[in-house]
């Protein structure tokens, strides 16, 4: 059983056991890519890499990504086939306190001016050193007042002056 809707067909498959049909896609006639991208812009400090060697490096800002590959906007033009290391500032905290970056290690497989094609190769989440200012912040509004108290709570008592 099939229908169009849009440029995509969409089949439903039968279950055997009165469950619910599952939609099934099949390939989009203009669209060769395996894994859905997911538009998001995300500051990212990237190194040009041959041989081991870092040939350069620079600023820019994702402009979509997906589990296999990442499409950025760089502050200049690049070349197809060096390999790049990205370092991605990931927009959600490790346990709400640890700032987390993507690293991903690449291969440009396309550039058009600015905007760089990057097929991954791997990738890891790593936490991000905090600076000293955020460190003291953090143990501030962590810590409890009890330790200034002696280790036990201050009676208070409020006197009516007369």
């Not at 067909?9 to 049909?21: A, G, H, L």
């Not at 620079?58 to 997906?66: I, M, N, R």
């Not at 590959?69 to 346990?95: F, Q, Y």
């Amino acid at each position: 059983m099939g229908a169009v809707k849009g440029d995509q067909k969409v089949t439903m498959s039968r279950t055997t056991n009165s469950e619910v049909p599952y939609p099934e896609t099949e390939t989009i006639s203009g669209e060769r890519r395996r894994d859905k991208r997911y538009d998001i812009e995300l500051e990212l400090r990237w190194k040009l890499i041959r041989r081991r060697k870092i040939l350069d490096n620079g600023l820019g800002h994702t402009v979509d990504l997906s589990s296999g590959g990442i499409l950025i906007e760089t502050d200049r033009p690049l070349p197809v086939g060096l390999n790049m290391e990205l370092s991605i500032a990931w927009p959600v905290m490790l346990h709400n306190s640890a700032p987390l970056q993507l690293v991903v290690d690449g291969r440009i497989v396309r550039a058009k001016g600015k905007r760089v094609a990057i097929r991954m190769i791997q990738h890891q989440f790593r936490t991000i050193g905090i600076t000293t200012d955020r460190a003291a912040v953090m143990e501030t509004a962590t810590r409890s007042p009890l330790p200034f108290l002696g280790g036990r709570q201050a009676a208070v008592s409020w006197d009516k002056a007369t």
